[in-house]
């Protein structure tokens, strides 16, 4: 704290107001005090900012003090240039309508450019609260998405049926009775099959072979909103066969021609070359080393031919029917086991974890609008006295009731503008500050990032709360001036 503000406070105290300057030398020396201390606030928070990123967080060191002061380092520049830029805009939409016949817009914003936003402290109350709403939008809806994407990546699919709980052992299959019929289950819209078990190279190494139908699993995979497409055209017959792999299956086949061999299902071997690689996939969610094949690799060496043994039925849809899935289970398939990706979903969200986490940020939105309500009152109140005479003398030289609202319309509006766009530049610039230095996968136990970016509902809904409480508050205004009366204003007003 010394060494970021001690520097400021001398250069401010050099240039503090001599008591001996008076008149025009007194508000030239203010005006000099003025930017001093803007500067000294503007570099007190960059500073602040830079150890801020440069500390960073460490596990259980508690309570970051940088981290919860960032909303209001990064408050003070925005404030500080809103307040030197927004009177110069405001003087020139003043030149702009002194030129046309629009009486009340030009009694609006002059009385506005007037005030000019001069108490700083509300407007940077309103700005920070504002900014901290869309701020813990912002932070909700990270770990909502990281939650959606979470359950992808734990269940693979909507609902993933397995044969039995190991499907490696290949003994148990899924009849195409029973694999037609979760297919039509109703809320469907996506099923592949899936023949997972494991495959030998010519060192030894092992990695989990998943044949799939091309189209089907292609199909599947674009509507699982995780996982990267495996696209069906590598996946086309070939000899050798072309696959899709993983990273750790890559390494382990090279990049010429391998033969892969497997004990499962008496299945002869396969010769094959990588085609692509993939980070995940949804038949195989835990990850690992895998190869991706068509189903028309497999070629039985069993006397009969044995079927394809699929012991994998992946499907996607929204509002798939669990009931029917479960009874078509205990009626087709003994032994098999269905993941549902909305159960792990209602698991993350139900946390307790989570569950107060979102009690804190209602909490914080909460107190963001009763402040942001408190400074528009402030607002209001500063001025409503001599806006109150003054809206009673323009009605004695012939404004309209509509037109009278209209002044104070445009006396207000500009100040709220300002700060909605100051809010929204904050908001705009917290996530790229504040993500480097926390984590939210925490919130959904998994091991990649929760990505935390700007979004138009964290920013619409307290901008929306905003203009509810202006309207509301200037109608009271409004409505409580017309009721007073012309004559008592004004002798209200001296």
Not at 224 to 250: C, D, I, K, N, R
Not at 306 to 312: C, M, Q, S
Request: charged share 10%; aromatic share 4%.
């Amino acid at each position: 704290v010394i060494a970021v503000c001690a520097p400021g406070v001398i250069a401010a105290w050099q240039q503090r107001l001599s008591r001996r300057a008076g008149g025009r030398g007194r508000r030239g020396a203010r005006g000099h005090i003025r930017l001093v201390a803007e500067v000294t606030a503007v570099a007190a928070a960059a500073a602040g900012l830079v150890v801020f990123r440069q500390q960073g967080t460490q596990a259980g060191a508690g309570v970051n003090l940088y981290t919860s002061a960032a909303p209001v380092l990064v408050a003070v520049p925005a404030v500080v240039v809103v307040l030197r830029v927004y009177p110069v805009l405001l003087r020139g939409l003043l030149r702009v309508f002194a030129r046309r016949r629009a009486a009340a817009a030009f009694l609006g914003l002059a009385r506005a450019a007037r005030a000019a936003l001069t108490p700083a402290l509300p407007a940077f109350a309103l700005v920070l609260a504002l900014s901290l709403a869309a701020f813990a939008g912002m932070v909700r809806d990270a770990v909502t998405s990281g939650e959606v994407a979470a359950s992808w990546q734990a269940a693979g699919a909507d609902v993933t049926i397995a044969a039995s709980t190991n499907n490696l052992l290949g003994s148990a299959t899924i009849s195409p009775a029973a694999q037609r019929a979760a297919a039509a289950v109703p809320g469907v819209t996506h099923a592949a099959d899936v023949w997972e078990a494991p495959w030998t190279t010519p060192g030894g190494k092992q990695v989990i072979g998943l044949a799939v139908d091309p189209a089907s699993y292609a199909a599947l995979v674009s509507a699982t909103q995780t996982y990267p497409q495996a696209p069906a055209g590598p996946l086309a017959a070939g000899s050798p066969q072309p696959v899709l792999v993983s990273p750790q299956a890559a390494a382990d086949l090279g990049s010429g021609v391998t033969t892969l061999s497997t004990g499962a299902a008496a299945a002869a071997p396969v010769r094959v070359r990588v085609a692509g690689v993939l980070s995940g996939t949804p038949a195989l969610p835990g990850g690992g080393a895998f190869v991706i094949m068509p189903l028309s690799v497999f070629r039985s060496t069993a006397t009969p031919p044995l079927p394809v043994p699929i012991n994998d039925v992946l499907l996607t849809g929204s509002g798939i029917d669990a009931a029917q899935v479960n009874a078509l289970i205990a009626k087709t398939m003994p032994g098999a086991v269905a993941t549902f990706r909305s159960d792990i979903l209602n698991g993350l969200a139900g946390a307790p974890l989570q569950h107060g986490a979102y009690v804190l940020f209602e909490l914080a939105v909460v107190v963001a609008a009763v402040l942001g309500l408190a400074v528009m009152l402030l607002e209001l109140t500063l001025g409503a006295a001599e806006r109150e005479a003054t809206l009673a003398r323009l009605a004695t030289m012939g404004l309209g009731e509509g037109q009278r609202a209209r002044v104070v319309v445009l006396e207000v509006l500009p100040a709220l503008l300002a700060a909605a766009v100051a809010a929204v530049a904050c908001g705009l610039v917290l996530p790229s500050v504040v993500a480097p230095t926390i984590s939210l996968s925490v919130f959904t136990g998994s091991v990649g990032g929760v990505a935390l970016r700007p979004d138009v509902a964290s920013f619409a809904v307290p901008l929306a709360a905003l203009a509810v409480v202006a309207v509301a508050a200037l109608y009271v205004e409004i409505r409580s001036g017309r009721e007073r009366g012309v004559a008592a204003s004004i002798r209200a007003g001296g």
